[in-house]
């Protein structure tokens, strides 16, 4: 059997924690950030959970993580 290869852009958009739990960066952080107010902009800094309904979704993209 040939190895599972895992999504690319999976891997460069999750990290999985070594207690399993998969983090994620926030969305909205890219571009366009003038409009954006302070306080919005210091929340979507940092890492957060991946939501529990898409736990699955993501681990069948990362089949090793």
Do not use: C, E, Q, W
């Amino acid at each position: 059997m040939p190895k599972m290869k895992t999504k690319s852009g999976a891997a460069k958009r999750f990290r999985v924690r070594g207690s399993g739990s998969i983090k994620r960066s926030s969305a909205y952080m890219r571009h366009i950030l003038t409009k954006k107010t302070t306080k919005r902009k210091r929340h979507l800094r940092g890492m957060s959970d991946v939501n529990p309904s898409d736990i699955g979704h993501v681990r069948d993209m990362m089949p090793y993580a």
